[in-house]
């Protein structure tokens, strides 16, 4: 099958003699894929930032496919079924996933401990192909895959597998309360929808910070907010604190994670040396830019094991840190109300739309921030194969 194939940081390749996946667990199904998504967070896997992360591998933890076989245990679906597949892999049945904890399933990844399962990320997620690829082996395909609902578009579909769960996610951390002021770091795809769902927890305002115009226009026309570029600002917390009477905002996000800008000694030790687990920047400016007794949300992804992070503030100012990986399989009920009622447009965050064959291409584009690319979708050429 065709395939896309890491061959080491900034490196990657439309593998053509990859081969096909196979059932190996009665409760396995094979999905050819129809639709699969790069995510920011591939782009630190191909940045060379995750650890552990091999040559050889297919990323992507984004799609969408049909099912084309399935193990003798699976009841729940059936050949031919449409389904939107969650980027968690997750058992269902352990003490984690049963407090519908599905990103932090103890059975799914016997790389590591703290985090489940994921699809095409590296093995410290548990060593799983992806979906940026014909078919892909999906386990335990009757916890999380989901058929999709009968009239909604493709293209909304394969965007509630991460990116619409992990921003929706990423405001319910913050306990947004009827008024709250929200400030979202990061102006990517899962910050803009972060910013998005904000609104519908019942924000008053919400600020989105970043360093690109192209980003801070769209998620001022996607997202109805107000966005700022921190490189016009001396300090962003003073400007942030200014903004806000100098209490500072009732919620902050940090939709960056380990690969953020705007400081220099951040950047050395933790993207340059690689002496911590990326840079923390946004988590720092989140901190310090909450009102005391304010929560603070964290949702971009940050690798083991450690980051200089100010828990003087943390402590001192009695904040609350909330962070996880979305519970896709628990948000999904909410957010196809949310997509068939018309509240949220998830397909409105693709930019671009690319053939497999041309991942490569599509990397690059999306790594380099060129043709103001927001979210890059991918088509394989048996998409739609009978």
Known sequence: MLAMNFRGPYRVRADRNRPDPEIKHPNDAIVRVTRSLICGSDLHLYHGMVPDTRVGMTFGHEFTGVVEAVGSGVQKLKVGDHV???FNIACGTCPFCKQELYGNCHEANPEATAVG????YAHIGGGYDGGQAEYVRVPYADVSPTVIPEGMDIEDAVMLTDVTPTGYQAAEQGGIQPGDTVVVFGAGP??????RC???FGAGRVIIIDHLDYRLEFARNYAKCEAYN?????DPVVFLKKATDWYGADVCIDAVGCEASGDALQTILGKQLLFEAGTATA???AINSVKKGGIVSVIGVYGPPWNLVPMGSLMNKGITLRGNQASVKRLLPK???HVMSGRLNPKGLITHRVPLEEVPDAYHMFSAKRDNIIKPLLIPPRAYAA
């Open 230 to 234: 921190f490189k016009d600002m001396d």
């Open 84 to 86: 939107l597949v969650p």
């Open 335 to 337: 957010l196809i109300d």
């Open 190 to 195: 899962v910050g803009i929808m972060a910013a």
């Open 283 to 285: 988590l720092h400016w």
């Open 198 to 200: 904000s609104w519908l």
């Open 117 to 120: 399962g994921f699809f095409g």
